[in-house]
């Protein structure tokens, strides 16, 4: 059975950046496919990305491309979500979220437990 | 991006009354790429259906889905007091995109 379990809450001033982590346990990383899916309070999911490892390369909607790197330490079994230069709308819950294969074309059979990042000066 | 409109926003049914819930697309999608999810307050959201019409591990046979092209839906058979949530779908067709999400109340 595989378990997510992400970090804590953080809050962060306008501009800043933030890195939120995802450690995996009961698989090893890298047999999974990591996507990561964000939701502002009161609002819907929106998908941000998938970390693909067989190429290494992340796949990115346009909206977040140049401002959100996915990364991984198969060490450690964890994943990361950075988003730099955060305004007010990114405040949301993040979610990691593990896709069924190996290709970014997905559903979601696992989810980590949320980590809540509020921007506010 | 395929846009997904789910409705109703909210739909109140009875314990043991049929819910249905419907996500229309703004283009037609594989019917191999439409999963359903449920979120509880302060959850994450939790697989109830993929593949547009298969229940995922654990899931009650009272949840089922079905459609194809740009028309799909969920249907709770007997709603149970534990089903009230909210419920999105998703399409993994044409990247990912979710819909607005219908909330399920019991009256």
């Known amino acids: 059975q595989i378990q997510l379990v992400q970090s804590g809450a953080e809050v962060k001033k306008p501009g800043a950046s933030v890195k939120v982590s995802c450690k995996v346990s009961g698989y090893t990383l890298t047999e999974l496919s990591m996507h990561w899916v964000r939701q502002a309070p009161g609002k819907g999911l929106e998908w941000m990305g998938n970390?693909?490892?067989?190429?290494?390369?992340?796949v990115y909607p346009q909206k977040f491309q140049g401002r959100v790197t996915m990364t991984e330490d198969t060490s450690t079994d964890t994943a990361y979500l950075e988003v730099r230069s955060l305004r007010s709308d990114d405040t949301a819950m993040y979610y990691c979220?593990?896709?069924?294969?190996?290709?970014?074309?997905?559903?979601?059979?696992?989810w980590g437990q949320g980590t809540l990042v509020t921007v506010s000066s | 991006d395929i846009v997904l409109t789910q409705s109703p926003g909210t739909l109140s049914v009875s314990p043991g009354e049929r819910a249905t819930l419907s996500c229309g697309a703004t283009?037609?999608?594989?019917?191999?790429?439409v999963a359903w999810y449920q979120q509880k307050p302060g959850q994450a959201p939790r697989l109830l259906i993929y593949g547009a019409s298969r229940r995922a591990t654990g899931i009650p046979d009272r949840f089922s889905g079905s459609g194809s092209g740009t028309d799909f839906t969920l249907t709770i058979s007997r709603l149970e007091p534990e089903d009230s949530a909210l419920y999105y779908c998703?399409?993994?067709?044409?990247?990912?995109?979710f819909g607005g999400g219908t909330k399920v109340e019991i009256k």
């Open positions: 998703q399409q993994y067709d044409v990247s990912l995109t």
């Open positions: 970390f693909d490892p067989d190429s290494g390369e992340t």
């Open positions: 979220a593990v896709g069924h294969s190996t290709s970014f074309l997905d559903f979601f059979d696992y």
């Open positions: 283009q037609s999608i594989s019917s191999y790429s």
